[in-house]
């Protein structure tokens, strides 16, 4: 079965510095790998997504990830931090058979201090 | 409409009692889910449908928990006599067939 694991519950970045947010997965096949945004009170927003081609993807809001099958990684990086970006990110995992159920991490909630 | 619809958006309901929630999804979807998603954790999935069919209710946790697309459009979930453990967000999504899903803001439930 598959599974998301997301080993940062918080963090805390100054605003304008660099941010990593770490997901690694486990899935016998290549994933479909998703990266989403949760602000208060809001539903979902997808940032990026990796199906296949290119390992390094680029998504909304300055937002990339890079796809690392050696290391079951698909870690999000954005070079300057924004207070806006301070919310919720959920890593997932979906079958590459389609969208039909995607498979969620814990989620790592992102602070941004002045 | 212009994104995926619920209501209502929060819900206290007294333990035992039954709660419908409703979701809209964006015009022409064909793919429809329902997540839950559980204070400080991430969603799960409970069921999908395409169209009017129900093809995964895997992610349902007990013959207490309904969802219906009876027209392949508007979708309700039903939990019945609600207890503590089902108070969650739960989140409804849609697409178009073989791409990305579109979250609604949610549905908060409280059970009390």
């Known amino acids: 079965a598959q599974s998301v694991t997301q080993p940062d519950i918080h963090i805390t970045v100054s605003e304008g510095a660099s941010l990593e947010l770490r997901c690694n997965y486990s899935y016998g096949a290549t994933p479909y790998l998703f990266w989403y945004v949760q602000s208060p009170g809001q539903g979902l927003q997808l940032l990026l997504k990796?199906?296949?081609?290119?390992?390094l993807v680029q998504g909304i809001k300055g937002f990339e990830a890079e796809f690392k099958r050696s290391q079951s990684s698909f870690n999000l990086r954005k070079p300057s931090v924004h207070w806006s970006d301070a919310a919720e990110y959920f890593c997932a995992v979906g079958e590459n058979t389609g969208f039909q159920k995607l498979v969620f991490g814990t989620g790592t909630r992102l602070l941004v201090s002045p | 409409g212009a994104g995926v619809s619920q209501s209502p958006r929060y819900k206290v309901a007294k333990r035992g009692q039954d709660v419908a929630l409703r979701c809209d999804p964006i015009s022409g979807h064909v793919s429809l889910f329902w997540y839950q998603q559980a204070l400080g954790q991430g969603p799960e999935f409970l069921t999908y449908f395409q169209n009017e069919a129900q093809l995964d209710k895997s992610g349902l946790p007990s013959d207490r928990f309904f969802a219906e697309r009876p027209e392949g459009s508007v979708s309700t979930l039903k939990i019945q006599r609600t207890q503590q453990e089902d108070s969650a967000v739960y989140l409804c999504?849609?697409?178009?067939?073989?791409?990305?899903?579109?979250f609604g803001q949610g549905t908060r439930l409280t059970v009390v």
């Open positions: 999504a849609s697409s178009l067939e073989a791409s990305e899903a579109f």
């Open positions: 990796y199906f296949s081609g290119d390992t």
